[in-house]
Each structure stands twice: as C-alpha cells, then as structure tokens.
C-alpha cells in the first residue's frame, strides 16, 4: 500500500498524488493543483490550525483523546511523582534526564542567574500599584531583553544557552517583584540556599525574619504545579514563541509575546477566570441556574473544555489530589465545595457529556494558589514561570529545525477590488 493520497481535481479532470509521512500531506504539495498556469495553486484553510501541523517536535506528547501527556517520553504522573521542576526544565530543553553531576551543574547556575540589574526597579516603579501582574511580567520580559544585548544572536548555541538560563533563573525574581509591587511591600533578594520553588516563596512571603524558610508541603506543591505547567506542545502561547522567534527576535521578546498569549481568559487566564467564577456563583445553591446559563450560552464554565483532551485532563487529576494536600496545611478552601458539586454536576449533565467538557489543568489550580495567598491577578503569571522552560524549549527547537523558515500564514482575501481613491469632499 503506498502512502500517497490520490487527488482528482474536478475543475480540471486532472489527478495528483500527495505523499503521506507521520499522518500528514505537505500542504505545500496543494500549490502544484492548478486551473491553469496563472492560477497560484490551491491552499488549505484552516483558521484557528485545528488540523495543521505547523512543526515536528520531540519535546511533548498529548493524546488527547486518551488524556495522555508526556514530556520527552515520560508520563506527567511520573514526573510530577518523582521528578523536580528544574529536573523537568532540563529534560524539556535537552531532551534526555541528567545524570546527578549534570543536574548539580543546572541548578547551581540557575541558582546563581537569579539576580536582575537593579534597574529593572525603576521599570516596576513605572507601573500603577495596581496593574495587573501579568501586563507588568509581559513588559518586564521585554525589558530584560534590553539588557542583553547579545542575546539577539540566536544562532549561536553558547548564547542561546547562556540566555535560557538566565530566563529560567530570572522568571520567579521578576514575578515575585511584580507580586511585592502590587502589595507595596519592599522587593525580596533571592536567597541561593532555598529550592527554586522555596527561592521564589522567600522572595513573594518574607517580611522581617532574618532568614526565610518556607513550609515544605507548599514548596513542594508549587514544584508539582511548575512541572505540570511547563510545557503543553503547540498551544496558543507556544505558537506566539514560536512565531515570533522565527523572526530571529531575542529570546526575552520572544517569551514576552508568548507571555502576552497566556494572558488571556481562554489560556493562562483560565486559572484566574475561574476563582472569579466561583466566588461569582458563591454558594451551591446558585449552581443550577449557573449551569443552566451556561447550557443557554450566556457564559462559559471556566476551566472546563480543552481544544486537544477530549478525556480527563491528566494534570486536573494530579492537580485534584494536590488540592488536598495544600489544604491539609492551608485548612480547606471554601469555594473547594463549590468546585466539586459544579464538576460533579457537569459530568453528569448532557450537554457537557455530548461536547467531551472535562475539567482542564485550570479548574483546580486556581483553589490551591488562593490557599497559599495568591491574589487572582497573580494567577496567570504562576502560569508563565514554568511554562517559559517550555516556551524556551520549543523556540530552540524551532531555531535548530531546518524545515522552519519565518512564520507567515496564507490568507484568503475577502476585501474589495481595486478601486480609485475617492477624495474627500467627494465622500
Ligand atoms: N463552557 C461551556 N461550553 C463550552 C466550553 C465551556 N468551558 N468549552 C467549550 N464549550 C462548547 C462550545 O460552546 C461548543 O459548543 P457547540 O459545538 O454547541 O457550539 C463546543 O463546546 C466546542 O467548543 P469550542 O469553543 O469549539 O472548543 P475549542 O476547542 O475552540 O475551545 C477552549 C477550547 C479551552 C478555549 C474552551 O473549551 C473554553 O473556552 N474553555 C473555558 C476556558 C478555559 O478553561 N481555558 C483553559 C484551557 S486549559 C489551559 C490552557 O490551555 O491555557
């Protein structure tokens, strides 16, 4: 059986075969089907590329129908069971687990990358106390790219390294500041004897002790979290990463656009859209007629429904589990009740059954960092600092593919003809 896709253009009467490899057509293979010379040749249309490939990659499996997600090959339960998030970072850029002394090296030089220029004060100071954290993180990126210079030279593998490693290092410093600006507290040094989790807790918690020493539950529950969340494969963030890093722009740009992706309630957004769900509906008794909203499209129920899983999502059951565990040392969210009957209500319900809504990675994550004292505005930027491994990941491995070239989508024009500019007293 030869894996070619015969294809007979009707306009024409003519027949042509489009090799098939890994599941998929070159859609370039579309351009040699013409009307006639002069025609540009077919294309595909797929708004949204709900069934494009826009990349081969080796970084991050789903199978969503069958709620699986690997990262390099392992699963998300193994990882998150076993495994440390800059253990998973490593994995993630590199594509293979380290040995101890290779794990010792990357995290001694993440531990010490994890200062910024004492300018990028002035840069926090510029924002309103109360801007919402995920604009000033996504400005902040971008600042930093202002730093260094050199990190434009993304062909050059030591830079790109050396640049990866400070990102990875500066997120939690930079996110930590914007959460200290926003509650006018004063800015918080990394500690390097702390975890990176720990390192990040010291500096969003610490007040006046002299040293801090943050609840090993929560630091290792953020851990969970920052490895469930640290790469999903080609989302709408990691597309921006990837789009925008096709364009040879620095590694800190790049990020801040993919940044600018997760803010929004359908992404990154989701984890703080739904808090403000929950603390909406109040109380069980109001339920119902949330579900019945939803069903008549006045709303969505956030956290629920995914583009890829049409199963459970996998990192919801971890996160599930984790919940508790947070609230056996933060005592028990009381919008946790709300949760549960909503979700329970919703897998029961048909019109949730028919459309494969499950409860996605957001639906829960939110409970927990509320617990641990996050406001909702801080959400989303929980989201980003571990998924920039993932971003930094899939923008490497876009640089390093030969097949990819700058992004630049076809369109299908809709406007107007040509037609003579039209004065304005004429108008
Ligand atoms: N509540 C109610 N109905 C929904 C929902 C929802 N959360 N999600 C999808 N639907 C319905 C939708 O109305 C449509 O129904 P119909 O076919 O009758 O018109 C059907 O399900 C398919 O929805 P879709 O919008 O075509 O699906 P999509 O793949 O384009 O959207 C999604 C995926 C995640 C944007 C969407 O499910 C959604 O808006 N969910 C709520 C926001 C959310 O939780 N986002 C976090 C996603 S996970 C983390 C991340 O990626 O950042």
């Not at 529950?221 to 789009?243: G, K, P, W, Y």
């Not at 929950?278 to 969505?300: A, D, H, Q, S, T």
């Not at 508790?324 to 209500?345: D, S, Y």
């Not at 920039?388 to 593919?401: F, I, T, Y």
Request: proline residues 5%.
């Amino acid at each position: 059986m030869a894996d070619t896709l015969t294809v007979k253009d009707n306009r024409t009467g003519k027949q042509y075969e489009i090799p098939i490899s890994d599941g998929t057509i070159p859609a370039s293979a579309l351009r040699e089907i013409k009307v006639d010379d002069e025609d540009f040749g077919l294309m595909s249309y797929d708004p949204a590329y709900k069934n494009t490939a826009s990349c081969r990659s080796a970084i991050t499996f789903i199978d969503g129908e069958k709620g699986i997600l690997r990262y390099r090959g392992y699963p998300i339960e193994q990882l998150a069971e076993q495994s440390s998030f800059l253990e998973v970072s490593y994995l993630l850029l590199k594509g293979e687990l380290p040995n101890q002394s290779e794990l010792d090296t990357w995290v001694d030089k993440i531990t010490h990358h994890t200062y910024v220029h004492q300018y990028m004060i002035q840069a926090m100071e510029g924002f309103k106390w109360d801007a919402h954290a995920m604009g000033k993180l996504v400005s902040l990126l971008g600042t930093l790219s202002t730093f260094y210079e050199d990190s434009k030279n993304v062909r050059n593998a030591a830079v790109r390294d050396e640049h990866i490693i400070k990102i990875i290092a500066k997120m939690p410093t930079i996110a930590a500041w914007c959460f200290r600006h926003m509650q006018g507290r004063p800015y918080i040094y990394p500690d390097n004897g702390l975890s990176y989790a720990g390192n990040f807790m010291n500096m969003l918690f610490r007040m006046a002790e002299p040293q801090y020493k943050p609840d090993p539950a929560i630091e290792k529950a953020l851990d969970v979290l920052f490895i469930l969340h640290a790469d999903h494969e080609q989302n709408c963030s990691t597309s921006a990463a990837r789009a925008v890093g096709s364009a040879e722009t620095d590694p800190y740009c790049s990020l801040a656009a993919a940044a600018a992706a997760l803010y929004g309630p359908l992404h990154g957004g989701a984890n703080e859209a739904v808090l403000r769900m929950l603390e909406e509906i109040g109380n069980l008794g109001n339920i119902p007629g949330f579900i019945e909203g939803v069903k008549n499209r006045e709303r969505r129920l956030m956290g629920f429904g995914h583009r890829v899983y049409k199963n459970y999502d996998p990192r919801a059951r971890i996160i599930k589990k984790l919940a508790h565990e947070v609230f056996a040392v933060t005592g028990k969210n009381p919008l946790l009740e709300i949760a549960l009957e909503l979700e329970k209500i919703a897998l029961n319900d048909e019109f949730f059954v028919e459309r494969k809504l499950y409860p996605n990675v957001d639906f829960y994550s939110g409970l927990i960092y509320q617990s641990i004292g996050f406001p909702v505005e801080f959400f989303p930027v929980l989201f980003a600092i571990p998924r920039a491994a993932g971003w930094l990941a899939q923008w490497q491995e876009m640089l390093m593919d030969p097949e990819q070239k700058i992004a630049r989508p076809m369109q299908i024009y809709t406007g107007a003809g040509e037609r003579a500019y039209v004065p304005m007293d004429k108008r």
